[in-house]
C-alpha cells in the first residue's frame, strides 16, 4: 500500500506498483515494522537497500526508516514518508515527485540526508525497529 511508484519496467510510473524503496532499482531487504503511537496508529518501517544503482545513487548499503502518513489521494488512504538522519523539518514522501522517486532519490546527498547510516559513504546493515513505552526507572543506592 502507499503510492503508486514503479512502473513493470523499473522506471517511475504513478500508475504503476508501489514501492517503499528510497531506489527502487536496488534490492530493498530485511523490513522491520512497528506500530506506535496513542493506540498504534502510526506504522514504521526500516529496511536497507544493497546492491549497485542503476539511477547514479549510492551502492553501498544503507539502511532507511519510513512512517505512515494519511494521503487520502493514495492507495489505503497513506502515503510512506522517509525519515532518516538530514530529514529533520523536511517532508520526504516516498512517492513520484522530484526526479519520479520522489526528493530522497534526487541526487546522492538528498538519498544520503534520507538514510540512517552514520557514515552514508559506508555500508549499514540489518536495521530493526521497536515500539512501547519506555518508563523511567529511578535506581536508588
Excluded at 78 to 92: C, I
Aim: aromatic share 6%.
Amino acid at each position: 500500500m502507499g503510492a503508486d511508484r514503479l512502473a513493470p519496467n523499473g522506471g517511475p510510473y504513478s500508475g504503476g506498483d508501489p514501492t517503499l524503496n528510497v531506489d527502487p532499482s536496488r534490492d530493498g531487504i530485511e523490513p522491520d515494522d512497528a506500530f506506535t503511537g496513542p493506540n498504534d496508529k502510526v506504522a514504521w518501517v526500516v529496511w536497507y537497500e544493497t546492491g549497485p544503482s542503476n539511477i547514479g545513487l549510492a551502492d553501498n548499503d544503507m539502511v532507511f526508516a519510513a512512517k505512515i502518513v494519511a494521503d487520502p489521494t493514495a492507495d489505503g488512504g497513506f502515503h510512506w514518508q522517509a525519515v532518516g538522519n538530514g530529514t529533520t523539518g523536511l517532508t520526504e514522501p516516498l512517492d513520484t515527485s522530484s526526479t519520479g522517486f520522489g526528493p530522497c532519490a534526487a541526487s546522492p546527498t538528498a538519498e544520503a540526508a534520507c538514510s540512517l547510516n552514520a557514515n552514508p559513504a559506508e555500508g549499514a546493515e540489518d536495521p530493526q525497529v521497536a515500539a512501547g513505552t519506555l518508563t523511567r526507572s529511578i535506581r536508588r543506592s
